[in-house]
C-alpha cells in the first residue's frame, strides 16, 4: 500500500486526470449527471474529433455493453488496453525502483 501511495504522490497529475475520469465517469453512470470537460475542438468547430464519444465509449463498456461502446467510438478498444499497459508498465518500473533503493 506505501508503494502505491507512494506511486499516487510521484505522478501526482496523472493520478488527479485519471481519478476525475473514472469519478465522472461513474457518475455520469450511476446518476446520469455530467461533470465531464467538453471536446474543446467540437465546442470551437462544431466538428467531432476522433476523441469524441470516449467517454461514452467508456461508460458503455462498464455497462458491458459492447457495442454501444463501438458505435461511440471504436478507439476505445485501442486506447484502454494502451493505457492500462502503459500505467501497469510505469508503477512496475517505479516498484523496481522502490525495492532497490531499500
Known amino acids: 500500500m506505501r508503494v502505491l501511495l507512494g506511486y499516487f504522490r510521484e505522478n501526482w497529475i496523472a493520478s488527479l486526470i485519471i481519478t476525475y475520469f473514472i469519478f465522472s465517469a461513474l457518475l455520469k453512470l450511476i446518476s446520469d449527471i455530467d ?38 467510438n471504436f478507439m476505445i478498444f485501442i486506447i484502454l488496453p494502451a493505457v492500462i499497459f502503459f500505467v501497469v508498465r510505469d508503477f512496475y518500473t517505479f516498484y523496481l525502483k522502490q525495492i532497490q533503493t531499500k
Open 35 to 72: 461533470v465531464c470537460i467538453p471536446c474543446i475542438w467540437k465546442s470551437l468547430f462544431d466538428v467531432h474529433c476522433p476523441g469524441c464519444g470516449l467517454t461514452t465509449a467508456f461508460i458503455a463498456l462498464l455497462r458491458l455493453d459492447v457495442r454501444a461502446a463501438y458505435e461511440a
